[in-house]
């Protein structure tokens, strides 16, 4: 089966310092998304991309969060200079298929970012 | 009020036992609804997307009440496996994208 791959599993960083969390998509697919969870806490939404740029983002993914797709398999996401309370698993998702219907996301195993 | 709304549990059952979550949403505007199963520190599984009509797959039953924005997840025969925390999530229609919006779980324990 089709899968979502992510590295690395966990990042341990100190404050301040740069990180990019890398994610492979299913081949076939066109939008990719970043979420996040927070120990404890919901799943949430940070970033959607599809076609080269951004489509959609949330009130957490501000300018210190960036995307790319470098290449033709590569989805980033960078985290110029960590805060405590960017500790959280970071969860890539893709689908092959867009708009506002009944769309299934596939989400890779996570990235763990631990922030001291 | 919050967007997708589910008891926190944990529900605590024996095995064969049948089980319901509640979960409300609240934008009528929501398009998608799914249940996801989250096994602790793994990431989200598609467990099912829910239909207006209702749908069943094997043990898992899933309705939807757009009038009330509620939704349900039924489980029966549970097995030890069901174990999970098991996630409510809307696709809100902002931006026309897939922002799938999720609740925080319901956590579901099954002992012998």
């Known amino acids: 089966e089709p899968e979502v791959t992510q590295t690395p599993s966990h990042q341990v960083t100190q404050m301040g310092q740069e990180v990019i969390l890398r994610c492979v998509p299913i081949?076939?697919?066109?939008?990719f998304y970043w979420y996040r969870q927070i120990l404890g806490q919901k799943v949430e939404f940070l970033v959607s991309?599809?076609?080269?740029?951004?489509?959609?983002k949330s009130e957490i993914f501000d300018d210190q969060f960036s995307v790319e797709r470098p290449d033709g398999s590569n989805f980033t996401l960078k985290i110029r200079s960590t805060k405590l309370e960017d500790s959280a698993m970071y969860f890539c998702?893709?689908?092959?298929?867009?708009?506002?219907?009944?769309?299934?996301?596939?989400f890779g195993a996570g990235s763990r970012l631990t922030v001291l | 009020r919050k967007e997708v709304e589910q008891d926190p549990g944990p529900f605590n059952v024996p095995e064969g036992a049948t089980v319901a979550f509640n979960c409300t949403y609240s934008?009528?505007?929501?398009?998608?609804f799914f249940w996801y199963r989250q096994d602790c520190r793994k990431e989200p599984k598609l467990l099912m997307s829910?239909?207006?009509s209702g749908n069943e797959d094997g043990r898992f039953t899933a309705q939807l009440n757009r009038a009330s924005q509620y939704i349900s997840l039924l489980i029966r025969d549970s097995k030890l496996s069901d174990s999970a925390t098991y996630l409510c999530?809307?696709?809100?229609?902002?931006?026309?994208?897939?922002?799938?919006?999720f609740g925080t779980g319901t956590q579901l324990k099954v002992e012998l």
């Open positions: 998702a893709s689908t092959g298929r867009g708009g506002s219907g009944a769309n299934v996301l596939t």
């Open positions: 934008n009528s505007a929501s398009q998608s």
């Open positions: 999530v809307v696709n809100l229609p902002e931006g026309g994208g897939n922002k799938l919006t």
């Open positions: 081949s076939n697919h066109l939008y």
């Open positions: 991309f599809y076609n080269n740029e951004i489509s959609e």
């Open positions: 829910v239909y207006s």
